[in-house]
């Protein structure tokens, strides 16, 4: 097998470990230890495209049951490894199966003063895992992918969307969940929600048991009225909550442990409020969504001042180095510095995707409507301006079809829907009509465009568990209705066209 690379020559990078995996068990870097997976080869690769680059790369290549095709897969936060879930999936399936730790290894934070290795994580990484792996695929099985497809979730879905703006012939299909696109300015939100929560230690930071309550209040007052099910304990269209947080209850009572106080009250509007520039007023990003407080990556995190710094501020210390002060950040001048800096490299705001569609290329892009830590609102945004670029939505579906899934936390998870088909575990039938990627497949391989995919809440979020619920999810605009029946069937909804827009909008200085 090693005869078989031992004369390849990998544009820009050196072939570092061959590993014939057999057993059906493959063991970790880690020591931990993933089962059930075909035989494959696995195909370690190190890039530097620039001297400062140092990009890591697996690709897996199984023996027997390769399809034909390729599958990228993204990574998530700062990345600085290699993620082998998606790596595991695509295996699975059958497909050629590419990650990278995106240039960042061994951490984010690390990367001060390495500006060539920002644009690796970027956009370069991806590109160049790309290519790299189509010429492993080729010198492996002697013969090219018929098709390559890309998915990925949160950074994932930032490196989705870098693929059809940069390079939009890497890929015949894209995948883009809770995409970080825009991510000098999501960054700037998770700064604006710390700098609120913090702006009094001890006293504005709300416990696990008070965002509980702030997210139950929201729910319970809009319960039944925007679509959803009398006793869903999520909400189906955000946009249609009418939420004032003057009606969480307070702590002026007798009972003073339950409810919140006036100080926490305040921080918890600023939140609301999103970030705005202090001088201007200009909207720089869009604030968290209204009951996804209490969810995964959610308040907890992003008030927390030893986690949030050390997962999600990493990009101020590579512009302001590593003592900077995030108490004293200028949301106006500041800022402006950071984007000088990074936004041409990082943010993936282009709306103009006519060269993926000329290509002949499909993108899926979802984003569950609980999701705290990359907000539907601006995937949402980022849609409609593609469909302003296009000039209509249906010539955008004619490529591009956006899914919003009620009740879904970041990536997955949630109090509602937490499945649509990428899950590790499957216990429903891979179909198009239950699985997004065998929806994404059949549209670029056979021109049949999703327009329902079933989404499924398993108990606590885990397969093995069985299913909970299911309901069926529509291209934007449209959204699950309750009709009547079983509200745990599907068949109990209907498609449903709600109205298009109706979220907050950065400034057009905010959009690079």
Same mark, same amino acid.
């Given at each position: 097998m090693e005869d078989m690379f031992k004369d390849a020559q990998i544009m820009g990078g050196t072939i570092t470990n061959i590993q014939i995996v057999s057993t059906g068990d493959f063991t970790l870097p880690d020591g931990r230890i993933i089962t059930d997976l075909p035989a494959f080869c696995r195909v370690v690769v190190n890039l530097k495209p620039t001297p400062q680059s140092d990009?890591?790369?697996?690709?897996?290549?199984?023996?027997?049951?390769?399809?034909?095709?390729?599958?990228?897969?993204?990574?998530?936060?700062?990345?600085?490894?290699?993620?082998?879930?998606?790596?595991?999936?695509?295996?699975?399936?059958?497909?050629?199966?590419?990650?990278t730790d995106l240039g960042t290894s061994p951490n984010a934070n690390t990367l001060i003063g390495q500006p060539e290795r920002w644009a690796d994580f970027g956009h370069r990484a991806t590109h160049e895992m790309t290519v790299a792996a189509k010429q492993i695929i080729r010198l492996f099985y002697e013969r090219p992918a018929s098709?390559?497809?890309?998915?990925g979730c949160s950074t994932g879905g930032q490196q989705?969307?870098?693929?059809?703006?940069?390079?939009?012939?890497?890929?015949?299909?894209?995948?883009?969940?809770a995409p970080a696109n825009n991510r000098t300015h999501l960054h700037t939100g998770f700064l604006w929600n710390f700098k609120a929560m913090n702006q009094l230690p001890g006293r504005t930071t709300l416990t696990k048991e008070q965002i509980d309550l702030v997210t139950n209040t929201a729910v319970r007052q809009n319960q039944g009225k925007d679509g959803g099910a009398p006793g869903d304990n999520f909400l189906t269209d955000p946009r249609k909550c009418n939420f004032d947080p003057d009606t969480i209850p307070n702590c002026y009572g007798e009972d003073n442990n339950y409810g919140i106080t006036s100080e926490q009250?305040?921080?918890?509007?600023?939140?609301?409020? #999103? &970030?705005?520039?202090?001088?201007? $007023?200009?909207?720089?990003?869009?604030?968290?969504?209204?009951? %996804? /407080?209490?969810?995964?990556?959610?308040?907890?995190?992003?008030?927390?001042?030893?986690k949030l710094p050390q997962s999600l501020l990493y990009m101020f210390k590579w512009v302001f180095g590593a003592d900077f002060d995030y108490s004293k950040f200028d949301f106006d001048r500041d800022l402006d510095t950071l984007n000088e800096i990074l936004a041409p490299i990082l943010n993936a705001n282009n709306p103009d995707l006519n060269e993926m569609k000329e290509f002949g290329g499909k993108i899926l892009m979802y984003t569950g409507l609980s999701?705290?830590?990359?907000?539907?609102?601006?995937?949402?945004?980022?849609?409609?301006?593609?469909?302003q670029a296009q000039g209509s939505l249906a010539q955008t579906q004619e490529f591009f079809r956006f899914f919003l899934v009620p009740g879904m936390g970041?990536?997955?998870? #949630? &109090?509602?829907?937490?499945?649509? $088909?990428?899950?590790?575990?499957?216990?429903?039938?891979?179909? %198009? /009509?239950h699985d997004v990627f065998t929806a994404l497949v059949e549209w670029v391989e056979h021109g049949k465009a999703p327009d329902t995919i079933i989404a499924t809440a398993f108990k606590d979020s885990f397969a093995p568990n069985g299913i909970s619920f299911q309901r069926p999810i529509y291209p934007y605009p449209k959204l699950p209705e309750y009709v009547s029946g079983d509200p745990n069937l599907p068949s109990s909804y209907q498609g449903v066209e709600y109205e298009r827009g109706g979220v907050l909008k950065p400034a057009e200085r905010y959009l690079i």
């Open positions: 990009i890591h790369v697996e690709v897996w290549l199984p023996h027997e049951i390769w399809n034909g095709r390729f599958l990228g897969t993204g990574n998530g936060g700062g990345a600085g490894f290699i993620n082998y879930t998606p790596l595991a999936f695509g295996l699975r399936r059958g497909y050629a199966t590419a990650n098709y390559s497809y890309f998915i989705a969307l870098m693929e059809a703006q940069r390079y939009p012939s890497d890929y015949n299909g894209i995948i883009a969940g009250l305040s921080a918890l509007k600023q939140v609301y409020a #999103g &970030p705005t520039n202090p001088r201007t $007023g200009e909207r720089i990003y869009t604030p968290l969504p209204y009951g %996804s /407080e209490n969810c995964a990556g959610g308040l907890e995190l992003q008030q927390d001042p030893e999701d705290p830590l990359v907000p539907y609102q601006d995937a949402l945004h980022y849609y409609e301006r593609v469909v970041h990536c997955g998870g #949630g &109090p509602g829907l937490n499945d649509i $088909g990428l899950g590790v575990f499957r216990s429903v039938v891979q179909d %198009s /009509e």
